[in-house]
């Protein structure tokens, strides 16, 4: 059974860096696409960013275009999100989802400080 955890969130203040890192299970990681979203009190889940299946493509938000960075290990099974410069609207739950099976994570928090 395929699971995905998230993990590295935190509280950080702006400008600052987290790196957040999604946790695969299974032998079919590198044939999935993964993606990032986020999720902040009272709005909806928002798209940040994704990654091809190889690695070789990545998309992103315009928010957080030049600032986040997706990237992957397809020998540890892991998905990562490099986030820099952050700033306090970077404010959320973020969320991994595993394309290939359409599988959320459970979220990690995370919390910029002005």
């Known amino acids: 059974q395929v699971q995905v955890v998230e993990s590295g969130g935190g509280l950080v203040q702006a400008g600052g860096s987290l790196r957040l890192s999604c946790a695969v299970s299974?032998?079919?990681?590198?044939?999935?696409?993964f993606a990032w979203y986020r999720q902040a009190p009272g709005k909806q889940r928002d798209f940040v960013a994704r990654?091809?299946?190889?690695?070789?493509?990545?998309n992103y938000a315009d928010a957080v275009q030049g600032r986040f960075t997706i990237f992957r290990d397809n020998a540890k099974n892991t998905v990562y999100l490099q986030m820099n410069r952050l700033k306090p609207e970077d404010t959320a739950v973020y969320y991994c989802?595993?394309?290939?099976?359409?599988?959320w994570g459970q979220g990690t928090q995370v919390t910029v400080s002005s």
């Open positions: 299974g032998s079919t990681f590198s044939r999935s696409a």
């Open positions: 990654i091809s299946p190889f690695g070789g493509s990545t």
């Open positions: 989802n595993a394309g290939l099976w359409n599988l």
